[in-house]
């Protein structure tokens, strides 16, 4: 079996560290180096159950999208439950590696994948990174066309069946029959990237935990742009339609996309870099912490 270092080695060629966000600190999180790895768990978060489901089948290492330690700690003592994970993790010898930003951004990645699954075509990030050593377009989030236009609410749906189910379900802002051609999409929280998102001049937005004030403010600037264009009153670019308009998505449904092509691609280069394929599984638990929404 391939050891752990090699296993790293390969996840942070796919997913380069130098991707990831200056706040953020994915990578190795758990694991002795040079244990052996025969069995890969995927899960979008490291929660208890999510970490006593990879433990109970016997994985030597679980590869997450979010972290499990978002903040500096000073004790990974039994007084947290992150401390719990950890010692648990390290009792049954199964390591944490977490693909954050980092995998936000590779080729590949969440963004990318986010954005195949919606059918976007001719994509490009939405905010690159300058890497002269990768082969193709790498940055945060996709900006893509749809081959054919289709009304907003017939993309809201598509994207509601590509995502898996949560009780938080998915939320649209903008005229339902409006034609939608150009998308950006964003996995995660996106509010602080509308500038970004304006001055690519897409017809809609997809993104995660879209916060009441820039959201509200990001579509009234949009209708009044578009009823100025109306008469005659150049605001902004192109003609007198809404743009953006939002589609607000749950934040791990959106982000969990990206193990349609991590549960290939890990195992096949993991197997060309050492000669080894690692058993893989991914855990499809719903980790939205939402168990119930009303209306």
């Known amino acids: 079996m391939a050891t752990l270092k090699q296993v790293v080695d390969v996840l942070e060629t796919l997913y380069p560290l130098r991707y990831a966000e200056s706040w953020d600190a994915p990578g190795l999180i758990v694991g002795d180096l040079t244990a052996q790895v025969g069995r890969i768990e995927f899960a979008a978060d490291p929660t208890m159950r999510i970490v006593e489901d990879a433990i109970g089948r016997g994985a030597d290492l679980l590869i997450c999208h979010h972290p499990l330690l978002f903040r500096a700690v000073h004790e990974v003592s039994g007084l947290g439950v992150h401390g719990e994970i950890v010692r648990r993790l390290s009792e049954a010898h199964c390591a944490l590696w977490v693909g954050h930003t980092n995998a936000d951004a590779s080729y590949r990645g969440v963004g990318t994948a986010a954005a195949d699954l919606f059918g976007l075509v001719d994509q490009r990030p939405l905010v690159p990174i300058d890497d002269p050593r990768a082969g193709h377009p790498v940055g945060l989030g996709r900006v893509g066309r749809l081959p054919e236009p289709m009304t907003l609410e017939a993309f809201a749906r598509r994207v509601v069946d590509v995502l898996p189910r949560t009780e938080l379900g998915v939320q649209v802002c903008g005229p339902l029959d409006a034609q939608v051609g150009t998308v950006a999409v964003l996995p995660g929280s996106g509010d602080s990237l509308f500038d970004e998102v304006r001055a690519a001049g897409v017809d809609v937005y997809v993104t995660s935990d879209l916060r009441h004030h820039p959201a509200t403010d990001a579509i009234e600037q949009a209708r009044y742009e578009a009823a100025m264009r109306a008469r005659g009153v150049a605001l902004g670019d192109g003609d007198a339609r809404v743009r953006p308009m939002l589609i607000n998505t749950p934040h791990s449904a959106i ?14 280069a993991v197997e060309r870099a050492t000669g080894e394929r690692p058993q893989v599984h991914w855990n499809r638990t719903n980790t939205d912490p939402w168990t119930l929404s009303l209306r």
Do not use: G, N, T
């Not at 982000?255 to 096949?268: K, T």
């Open 255 to 268: 982000e969990s996309l990206w193990f349609h092509y991590a549960i290939d691609d890990v195992p096949d």
